[in-house]
């Protein structure tokens, strides 16, 4: 069974950094780490940032050159560097990855900007 597992979230104070890390457990091969969503408790889950097939990166419109998403593909690994963060930034960050056309969540990671 593969799950993808997050972690880095945490509790920082406005202007401040954090780095988000997915990576999946189990059969780490067949999945591919693949982009970074977020949500807020009673809205729609929202675009971060994803790496196409192509190998390019698009941001959601909110991230405005704050954040930068990679991937080591050798370690399987995918990160999201997440700078200036802002209270409204706040929220349950989610990894998704594909392995062909199935997509898999991790379970999230809390983000919590505040002074």
């Known amino acids: 069974q593969v799950q993808l597992v997050e972690s880095g979230g945490g509790l920082v104070q406005p202007g401040g950094s954090l780095r988000l890390s997915c990576a999946p457990s189990?059969?780490?091969?067949?999945?591919?780490?693949t982009g970074w969503y977020r949500q807020v408790p009673g809205d729609q889950r929202e675009l971060v940032a994803i790496?196409?097939?192509?190998?390019?990166?698009v941001y959601g419109n909110f991230v405005k050159a704050r954040f930068t998403i990679s991937r080591d593909n050798a370690e399987n690994t995918m990160y999201l560097q997440m700078n200036l963060l802002k209270p409204e930034d706040t929220a349950i960050y989610y990894c998704?990855?594909?392995?062909?056309?199935?997509?898999?969540w991790g379970q999230g990671t809390q983000v919590t900007v505040s002074s």
């Open positions: 189990g059969n780490i091969q067949s999945v591919r780490p």
């Open positions: 790496i196409t097939p192509g190998g390019r990166y």
């Open positions: 998704m990855g594909l392995n062909g056309q199935s997509q898999y």
